[in-house]
Protein backbone atom coordinates (compact mmCIF):
# COMPACT_ATOMS: atom_id res chain seq x y z
CA UNK A 1 0.00 0.00 0.00
CA UNK A 2 2.89 2.60 0.84
CA UNK A 3 4.73 2.01 -2.66
CA UNK A 4 1.44 2.48 -4.46
CA UNK A 5 0.73 5.81 -2.43
CA UNK A 6 4.27 6.91 -3.25
CA UNK A 7 3.69 6.04 -6.93
CA UNK A 8 0.06 8.21 -6.70
CA UNK A 9 1.85 11.03 -5.16
CA UNK A 10 4.67 10.67 -7.92
CA UNK A 11 2.61 10.92 -10.76
CA UNK A 12 0.63 13.93 -9.08
CA UNK A 13 3.79 15.85 -8.77
CA UNK A 14 4.84 14.94 -12.58
CA UNK A 15 1.47 16.53 -13.47
CA UNK A 16 1.79 19.54 -11.31
CA UNK A 17 5.57 19.91 -12.38
CA UNK A 18 4.33 19.89 -16.12
CA UNK A 19 1.50 22.28 -15.56
CA UNK A 20 3.92 24.61 -13.60
CA UNK A 21 6.24 24.57 -17.06
CA UNK A 22 3.29 24.97 -18.60
CA UNK A 23 1.91 28.16 -16.60
CA UNK A 24 5.25 29.71 -17.19
CA UNK A 25 5.65 29.75 -20.55
CA UNK A 26 5.33 33.31 -21.99
CA UNK A 27 1.70 34.81 -22.35
CA UNK A 28 2.14 35.16 -26.24
CA UNK A 29 3.45 31.54 -26.44
CA UNK A 30 0.63 30.21 -24.43
CA UNK A 31 -1.83 32.52 -26.45
CA UNK A 32 -0.35 31.19 -30.01
CA UNK A 33 -0.40 27.51 -28.78
CA UNK A 34 -3.65 27.38 -27.18
CA UNK A 35 -5.75 27.78 -30.95
CA UNK A 36 -3.77 24.45 -31.78
CA UNK A 37 -3.97 22.30 -28.58
CA UNK A 38 -6.15 21.39 -25.91
CA UNK A 39 -5.08 21.07 -22.28
CA UNK A 40 -6.88 18.30 -20.89
CA UNK A 41 -6.43 16.19 -24.10
CA UNK A 42 -2.55 17.24 -23.57
CA UNK A 43 -2.62 16.09 -20.02
CA UNK A 44 -4.96 12.71 -21.01
CA UNK A 45 -2.69 10.00 -20.37
CA UNK A 46 -1.20 11.62 -16.99
CA UNK A 47 -4.61 11.74 -15.45
CA UNK A 48 -5.32 8.14 -16.56
CA UNK A 49 -2.18 6.95 -14.84
CA UNK A 50 -3.34 8.34 -12.16
CA UNK A 51 -7.21 7.42 -11.94
CA UNK A 52 -5.79 4.33 -12.26
CA UNK A 53 -3.34 4.46 -9.21
CA UNK A 54 -5.98 5.36 -7.02
CA UNK A 55 -8.43 2.42 -8.71
CA UNK A 56 -5.86 0.19 -7.54
CA UNK A 57 -4.93 1.85 -4.10
CA UNK A 58 -9.07 1.70 -3.70
CA UNK A 59 -9.05 -2.10 -4.71
CA UNK A 60 -5.92 -3.18 -2.01
CA UNK A 61 -8.17 -0.82 0.61
CA UNK A 62 -10.90 -3.00 0.37
CA UNK A 63 -9.00 -6.59 -0.75
CA UNK A 64 -7.72 -5.18 3.06
CA UNK A 65 -10.98 -4.69 4.38
CA UNK A 66 -12.06 -7.54 3.67
CA UNK A 67 -9.43 -10.24 4.49
CA UNK A 68 -9.98 -8.22 8.14
CA UNK A 69 -13.32 -9.52 8.32
CA UNK A 70 -12.66 -12.95 7.26
CA UNK A 71 -10.08 -13.64 9.79
CA UNK A 72 -12.90 -12.22 12.70
CA UNK A 73 -15.30 -14.48 11.18
CA UNK A 74 -13.14 -17.36 11.39
CA UNK A 75 -12.03 -16.76 14.80
CA UNK A 76 -15.58 -16.05 16.02
CA UNK A 77 -16.52 -20.13 13.64
CA UNK A 78 -13.40 -21.63 15.53
CA UNK A 79 -15.28 -20.13 18.75
CA UNK A 80 -18.45 -21.96 18.08
CA UNK A 81 -17.10 -24.78 17.49
CA UNK A 82 -14.58 -24.90 20.68
CA UNK A 83 -18.10 -24.22 22.29
CA UNK A 84 -19.84 -27.29 20.56
CA UNK A 85 -16.96 -29.73 21.26
CA UNK A 86 -16.85 -28.88 24.65
CA UNK A 87 -20.64 -30.43 25.41
CA UNK A 88 -21.61 -34.00 25.08
CA UNK A 89 -24.24 -36.03 23.55
CA UNK A 90 -27.58 -34.65 23.55
CA UNK A 91 -26.57 -31.18 23.78
CA UNK A 92 -24.28 -31.32 21.42
CA UNK A 93 -26.43 -32.08 18.51
CA UNK A 94 -28.90 -29.36 19.66
CA UNK A 95 -26.19 -27.30 19.42
CA UNK A 96 -24.95 -27.98 16.33
CA UNK A 97 -28.92 -27.70 14.70
CA UNK A 98 -29.06 -24.34 16.41
CA UNK A 99 -25.57 -23.34 14.90
CA UNK A 100 -27.13 -24.38 11.47
CA UNK A 101 -29.52 -22.86 11.43
CA UNK A 102 -28.25 -19.46 12.34
CA UNK A 103 -25.88 -19.57 9.70
CA UNK A 104 -28.51 -20.13 7.55
CA UNK A 105 -30.35 -17.33 8.51
CA UNK A 106 -27.27 -15.49 7.86
CA UNK A 107 -27.46 -16.41 4.40
CA UNK A 108 -31.18 -16.11 3.95
CA UNK A 109 -30.16 -12.55 5.11
CA UNK A 110 -27.74 -11.92 2.78
CA UNK A 111 -29.55 -13.71 -0.17
CA UNK A 112 -32.65 -11.36 0.92
CA UNK A 113 -29.88 -8.51 0.32
CA UNK A 114 -29.11 -9.53 -3.46
CA UNK A 115 -32.40 -9.68 -4.46
CA UNK A 116 -31.88 -13.79 -4.52
CA UNK A 117 -34.82 -14.81 -1.99
CA UNK A 118 -35.34 -18.62 -1.57
CA UNK A 119 -39.54 -19.85 -1.44
CA UNK A 120 -39.95 -21.29 1.37
CA UNK A 121 -40.35 -24.82 -0.13
CA UNK A 122 -35.90 -24.15 -1.10
CA UNK A 123 -35.74 -23.30 2.39
CA UNK A 124 -37.43 -25.96 3.96
CA UNK A 125 -35.45 -28.25 1.30
CA UNK A 126 -32.04 -26.63 2.33
CA UNK A 127 -32.87 -27.02 5.47
CA UNK A 128 -33.31 -30.49 5.12
CA UNK A 129 -30.37 -31.46 3.11
CA UNK A 130 -28.36 -29.88 5.87
CA UNK A 131 -29.53 -31.09 9.05
CA UNK A 132 -29.56 -34.77 6.99
CA UNK A 133 -25.74 -34.04 6.23
CA UNK A 134 -24.98 -32.87 9.77
CA UNK A 135 -27.24 -36.13 11.07
CA UNK A 136 -25.58 -38.47 8.89
CA UNK A 137 -22.01 -37.87 10.01
CA UNK A 138 -22.88 -37.82 13.60
CA UNK A 139 -24.34 -41.34 12.31
CA UNK A 140 -20.59 -42.49 10.74
CA UNK A 141 -18.89 -40.95 13.99
CA UNK A 142 -21.34 -43.31 16.88
CA UNK A 143 -21.10 -46.43 14.22
CA UNK A 144 -17.13 -46.71 14.14
CA UNK A 145 -16.95 -45.40 18.06
CA UNK A 146 -19.84 -47.02 19.63
CA UNK A 147 -21.68 -49.93 18.08
CA UNK A 148 -24.40 -49.97 20.60
CA UNK A 149 -24.86 -46.05 20.59
CA UNK A 150 -26.34 -46.92 16.59
CA UNK A 151 -28.59 -49.60 17.72
CA UNK A 152 -30.08 -47.54 20.59
CA UNK A 153 -30.64 -45.00 17.91
CA UNK A 154 -31.98 -47.42 16.00
CA UNK A 155 -35.12 -48.31 18.16
CA UNK A 156 -36.20 -45.04 18.57
CA UNK A 157 -33.95 -42.20 18.84
CA UNK A 158 -34.88 -39.74 15.92
CA UNK A 159 -31.68 -38.08 15.70
CA UNK A 160 -29.20 -41.18 15.15
CA UNK A 161 -32.83 -43.24 13.05
CA UNK A 162 -32.38 -40.44 11.00
CA UNK A 163 -28.82 -40.39 10.45
CA UNK A 164 -28.79 -44.09 9.29
CA UNK A 165 -31.83 -43.87 7.36
CA UNK A 166 -29.96 -40.91 5.47
CA UNK A 167 -26.16 -42.18 5.86
CA UNK A 168 -25.72 -43.15 1.97
CA UNK A 169 -27.50 -40.02 0.71
CA UNK A 170 -24.97 -37.63 2.87
CA UNK A 171 -22.23 -39.51 1.70
CA UNK A 172 -22.87 -39.32 -1.76
CA UNK A 173 -23.75 -35.35 -1.44
CA UNK A 174 -20.21 -34.35 0.10
CA UNK A 175 -18.39 -36.85 -2.42
CA UNK A 176 -20.43 -34.63 -5.32
CA UNK A 177 -20.68 -31.45 -4.11
CA UNK A 178 -17.74 -29.31 -1.80
CA UNK A 179 -18.92 -26.37 0.32
CA UNK A 180 -17.44 -22.96 -1.25
CA UNK A 181 -16.59 -19.64 0.45
CA UNK A 182 -17.05 -16.61 -1.40
CA UNK A 183 -14.48 -14.86 0.18
CA UNK A 184 -11.87 -17.56 -1.01
CA UNK A 185 -12.82 -17.69 -4.50
CA UNK A 186 -12.98 -13.67 -4.79
CA UNK A 187 -9.07 -14.06 -2.91
CA UNK A 188 -7.91 -16.42 -5.09
CA UNK A 189 -9.06 -14.52 -8.23
CA UNK A 190 -7.90 -11.03 -6.90
CA UNK A 191 -5.11 -11.11 -10.10
CA UNK A 192 -8.59 -10.51 -12.34
CA UNK A 193 -8.62 -6.79 -11.60
CA UNK A 194 -5.36 -6.61 -13.63
CA UNK A 195 -6.76 -7.72 -16.25
CA UNK A 196 -9.32 -5.28 -16.98
CA UNK A 197 -9.78 -1.49 -16.10
CA UNK A 198 -11.99 -1.20 -13.06
CA UNK A 199 -13.12 2.54 -13.57
CA UNK A 200 -14.45 1.03 -16.81
CA UNK A 201 -17.50 -1.15 -15.07
CA UNK A 202 -19.43 1.75 -13.70
CA UNK A 203 -18.52 5.45 -15.29
CA UNK A 204 -18.81 7.69 -12.70
CA UNK A 205 -20.73 10.74 -12.90
CA UNK A 206 -23.20 9.44 -15.75
CA UNK A 207 -25.54 8.20 -14.16
CA UNK A 208 -26.50 11.54 -12.91
CA UNK A 209 -27.19 12.69 -15.98
CA UNK A 210 -30.41 13.33 -17.34
CA UNK A 211 -31.61 10.66 -20.00
CA UNK A 212 -34.22 11.39 -22.54
CA UNK A 213 -35.65 9.14 -24.80
CA UNK A 214 -38.82 8.77 -27.22
CA UNK A 215 -41.85 6.12 -26.31
CA UNK A 216 -40.61 3.84 -28.81
CA UNK A 217 -37.00 3.49 -27.01
CA UNK A 218 -38.90 3.67 -23.49
CA UNK A 219 -41.06 1.05 -23.89
CA UNK A 220 -38.93 -1.18 -25.38
CA UNK A 221 -36.17 -1.54 -22.41
CA UNK A 222 -39.20 -1.39 -20.23
CA UNK A 223 -40.68 -4.88 -21.71
CA UNK A 224 -36.87 -6.13 -21.99
CA UNK A 225 -36.73 -5.83 -18.00
CA UNK A 226 -40.11 -7.04 -18.08
CA UNK A 227 -38.90 -10.36 -19.98
CA UNK A 228 -39.13 -9.77 -23.66
CA UNK A 229 -36.67 -10.82 -25.03
CA UNK A 230 -33.88 -11.97 -23.23
CA UNK A 231 -31.63 -10.15 -25.13
CA UNK A 232 -31.88 -6.37 -26.44
CA UNK A 233 -29.46 -4.81 -28.83
CA UNK A 234 -30.16 -0.34 -29.12
CA UNK A 235 -28.00 0.25 -32.21
CA UNK A 236 -27.10 4.12 -32.65
CA UNK A 237 -26.06 5.92 -35.89
CA UNK A 238 -21.75 5.61 -35.99
CA UNK A 239 -20.36 8.44 -33.86
CA UNK A 240 -17.42 9.60 -32.75
CA UNK A 241 -18.71 10.54 -29.23
CA UNK A 242 -18.00 8.52 -26.40
CA UNK A 243 -18.84 8.32 -22.28
CA UNK A 244 -20.77 11.04 -20.79
CA UNK A 245 -21.14 12.56 -24.77
CA UNK A 246 -22.43 9.51 -26.18
CA UNK A 247 -26.44 9.15 -26.00
CA UNK A 248 -26.85 5.53 -25.48
CA UNK A 249 -23.76 5.72 -23.03
CA UNK A 250 -25.49 7.85 -20.88
CA UNK A 251 -28.49 5.25 -21.36
CA UNK A 252 -26.44 1.97 -20.43
CA UNK A 253 -25.33 3.94 -17.38
CA UNK A 254 -28.23 4.87 -16.25
CA UNK A 255 -29.55 1.47 -16.07
CA UNK A 256 -26.84 0.03 -14.38
CA UNK A 257 -27.58 2.68 -11.71
CA UNK A 258 -31.60 1.78 -11.14
CA UNK A 259 -30.45 -1.72 -11.10
CA UNK A 260 -28.55 -1.06 -8.58
CA UNK A 261 -30.96 1.56 -6.42
CA UNK A 262 -33.21 -1.53 -6.99
CA UNK A 263 -30.80 -4.63 -5.49
CA UNK A 264 -31.04 -6.18 -8.89
CA UNK A 265 -27.66 -8.11 -9.88
CA UNK A 266 -26.02 -6.29 -12.54
CA UNK A 267 -23.18 -6.93 -14.15
CA UNK A 268 -21.89 -4.21 -16.86
CA UNK A 269 -18.79 -2.75 -18.62
CA UNK A 270 -18.51 0.33 -21.11
CA UNK A 271 -15.78 -0.88 -24.03
CA UNK A 272 -13.23 1.01 -25.12
CA UNK A 273 -9.55 0.80 -26.64
CA UNK A 274 -7.09 2.25 -24.19
CA UNK A 275 -4.72 4.21 -26.17
CA UNK A 276 -0.77 2.98 -25.39
CA UNK A 277 -2.11 -0.30 -23.71
CA UNK A 278 1.35 -3.09 -23.72
CA UNK A 279 -0.53 -6.11 -25.44
CA UNK A 280 0.41 -9.00 -23.07
CA UNK A 281 1.80 -12.05 -25.22
CA UNK A 282 -0.88 -14.08 -26.91
CA UNK A 283 -2.73 -10.90 -27.70
CA UNK A 284 -2.30 -10.07 -31.38
CA UNK A 285 -4.60 -6.82 -31.49
CA UNK A 286 -5.64 -4.03 -29.21
CA UNK A 287 -9.03 -5.66 -29.95
CA UNK A 288 -8.12 -8.79 -28.85
CA UNK A 289 -7.05 -7.38 -25.46
CA UNK A 290 -10.08 -5.81 -25.06
CA UNK A 291 -12.63 -8.38 -25.78
CA UNK A 292 -10.02 -10.96 -22.90
CA UNK A 293 -10.93 -7.30 -20.61
CA UNK A 294 -14.77 -7.49 -21.01
CA UNK A 295 -15.24 -11.39 -20.33
CA UNK A 296 -12.47 -10.97 -17.05
CA UNK A 297 -14.59 -7.92 -15.75
CA UNK A 298 -17.92 -9.94 -16.11
CA UNK A 299 -16.24 -12.66 -14.15
CA UNK A 300 -15.45 -11.01 -11.82
CA UNK A 301 -18.40 -9.42 -11.14
CA UNK A 302 -20.01 -12.32 -11.26
CA UNK A 303 -18.11 -13.68 -8.56
CA UNK A 304 -19.18 -10.93 -6.54
CA UNK A 305 -22.58 -11.77 -6.69
CA UNK A 306 -21.81 -15.12 -4.76
CA UNK A 307 -23.15 -16.37 -1.50
CA UNK A 308 -21.18 -15.73 1.42
CA UNK A 309 -21.28 -19.65 1.67
CA UNK A 310 -22.48 -22.63 -0.73
CA UNK A 311 -22.14 -25.85 -2.00
CA UNK A 312 -21.22 -26.43 -5.47
CA UNK A 313 -19.40 -29.60 -7.58
CA UNK A 314 -18.26 -26.74 -9.58
CA UNK A 315 -14.22 -26.68 -9.75
CA UNK A 316 -13.71 -23.12 -7.83
CA UNK A 317 -10.08 -23.95 -6.84
CA UNK A 318 -6.89 -21.79 -6.76
CA UNK A 319 -5.34 -23.28 -9.40
CA UNK A 320 -8.27 -23.25 -11.89
CA UNK A 321 -8.74 -19.80 -10.88
CA UNK A 322 -4.83 -18.96 -11.61
CA UNK A 323 -5.20 -20.17 -15.20
CA UNK A 324 -6.80 -16.64 -16.43
CA UNK A 325 -4.17 -14.91 -17.33
CA UNK A 326 -5.82 -11.58 -19.47
CA UNK A 327 -4.50 -13.72 -22.47
CA UNK A 328 -6.60 -15.00 -25.48
CA UNK A 329 -4.66 -18.90 -25.15
CA UNK A 330 -6.44 -18.67 -21.32
CA UNK A 331 -9.90 -16.99 -22.96
CA UNK A 332 -11.82 -20.73 -23.14
CA UNK A 333 -11.16 -21.24 -19.65
CA UNK A 334 -12.49 -17.72 -18.97
CA UNK A 335 -15.47 -18.44 -20.42
CA UNK A 336 -16.15 -22.11 -18.95
CA UNK A 337 -15.44 -19.85 -15.73
CA UNK A 338 -17.85 -17.84 -16.67
CA UNK A 339 -21.03 -19.97 -17.72
CA UNK A 340 -20.48 -22.19 -14.76
CA UNK A 341 -20.45 -19.34 -12.12
CA UNK A 342 -23.60 -18.09 -13.90
CA UNK A 343 -25.26 -21.65 -13.31
CA UNK A 344 -24.23 -21.48 -9.65
CA UNK A 345 -25.87 -18.34 -9.16
CA UNK A 346 -29.25 -19.37 -10.44
CA UNK A 347 -30.86 -16.17 -10.57
CA UNK A 348 -32.15 -13.42 -12.83
CA UNK A 349 -29.58 -10.76 -13.40
CA UNK A 350 -29.33 -7.83 -15.33
CA UNK A 351 -25.91 -7.42 -18.14
CA UNK A 352 -24.81 -4.57 -19.82
CA UNK A 353 -22.48 -3.68 -22.51
CA UNK A 354 -21.69 -0.48 -23.97
CA UNK A 355 -19.51 -0.08 -26.96
CA UNK A 356 -18.94 -3.25 -28.50
CA UNK A 357 -18.55 -2.27 -31.83
CA UNK A 358 -15.12 -0.94 -30.49
CA UNK A 359 -14.28 -4.50 -30.17
CA UNK A 360 -14.89 -5.42 -33.98
CA UNK A 361 -12.11 -7.07 -35.49
CA UNK A 362 -11.28 -10.71 -37.40
CA UNK A 363 -9.68 -11.74 -34.37
CA UNK A 364 -12.62 -11.42 -31.93
CA UNK A 365 -15.34 -12.24 -33.74
CA UNK A 366 -15.29 -15.88 -32.19
CA UNK A 367 -14.80 -14.61 -28.99
CA UNK A 368 -17.54 -12.47 -28.84
CA UNK A 369 -19.72 -15.09 -29.94
CA UNK A 370 -19.08 -17.28 -27.44
CA UNK A 371 -19.60 -14.72 -25.17
CA UNK A 372 -22.60 -14.18 -26.44
CA UNK A 373 -23.22 -18.01 -26.46
CA UNK A 374 -22.63 -18.23 -22.75
CA UNK A 375 -24.55 -15.67 -21.09
CA UNK A 376 -27.28 -16.90 -23.25
CA UNK A 377 -26.90 -20.16 -21.68
CA UNK A 378 -27.42 -18.59 -18.06
CA UNK A 379 -30.40 -16.81 -16.45
CA UNK A 380 -29.30 -13.21 -17.70
CA UNK A 381 -31.09 -10.55 -19.23
CA UNK A 382 -28.13 -8.53 -21.60
CA UNK A 383 -28.74 -4.87 -22.85
CA UNK A 384 -26.31 -4.37 -25.73
CA UNK A 385 -25.73 -0.59 -26.75
CA UNK A 386 -23.70 0.49 -29.89
CA UNK A 387 -23.09 3.77 -31.79
CA UNK A 388 -21.81 1.72 -34.88
CA UNK A 389 -22.54 -1.59 -36.50
CA UNK A 390 -21.15 -4.20 -34.34
CA UNK A 391 -20.69 -7.51 -36.82
CA UNK A 392 -20.72 -10.00 -34.04
CA UNK A 393 -24.02 -8.76 -32.91
CA UNK A 394 -25.14 -8.59 -36.21
CA UNK A 395 -24.62 -12.40 -36.93
CA UNK A 396 -25.99 -13.39 -33.96
CA UNK A 397 -28.78 -11.14 -32.78
CA UNK A 398 -32.29 -11.90 -33.76
CA UNK A 399 -34.72 -8.98 -35.66
CA UNK A 400 -36.65 -9.04 -32.67
CA UNK A 401 -33.96 -8.98 -30.43
CA UNK A 402 -33.05 -5.63 -32.00
CA UNK A 403 -33.78 -1.55 -32.03
CA UNK A 404 -32.39 0.56 -34.28
CA UNK A 405 -32.34 4.13 -33.16
CA UNK A 406 -32.03 6.84 -36.08
CA UNK A 407 -31.05 9.88 -34.40
CA UNK A 408 -29.52 10.17 -31.02
CA UNK A 409 -31.18 13.29 -30.12
CA UNK A 410 -34.19 12.81 -31.33
CA UNK A 411 -37.14 15.26 -31.80
CA UNK A 412 -39.76 15.26 -28.92
CA UNK A 413 -37.69 13.08 -26.43
CA UNK A 414 -39.77 13.70 -23.28
CA UNK A 415 -40.13 10.59 -21.64
CA UNK A 416 -37.57 10.41 -18.63
CA UNK A 417 -35.61 6.95 -18.05
CA UNK A 418 -36.40 5.98 -14.60
CA UNK A 419 -36.85 2.64 -12.25
CA UNK A 420 -41.17 3.24 -12.57
CA UNK A 421 -40.64 2.74 -16.34
CA UNK A 422 -38.14 0.40 -16.40
CA UNK A 423 -39.97 -1.67 -14.00
CA UNK A 424 -36.84 -2.09 -11.59
Known amino acids: MKEAVATLYAEIFLLLSQLVDYLTKKRLKRLLGSFNEDLCKKYEDQISRINNRASKIQRLAEQGSRAELRALRLQLENLERNIIAGQEGEARLR ?11 AERVEAMRRREIPTQRQLMDHLAGTLNKMLGDEALRAVIDARAAVHTAQQGTLGYATGLTVLSTAVASVSASLEVMADDVLLHSKHFEDLFERDRVRLP ?14 NRLSSWTKGDPSILWLEGPASPLRDEYNPLTTIAARVVDLAGQGEVPVMSYFCHLPRGEILRPGNSTREAQASVALITALTRQA ?3 LLPRFETSVNLSE ?13 PETLRLLGDIVKILDMQMLCVIDGLHWLDDRSTNNILSELLKTLRSGNVKVLFTTTGRSACLQLDVSRTEKLTIESLNPKGSDVRLSGQTLAL
Open 303 to 305: MEL
Open 319 to 331: VRLSLVNGTLESL
Open 95 to 105: AEIINTANRME
Open 205 to 218: GLQLRPVMQTDRVI
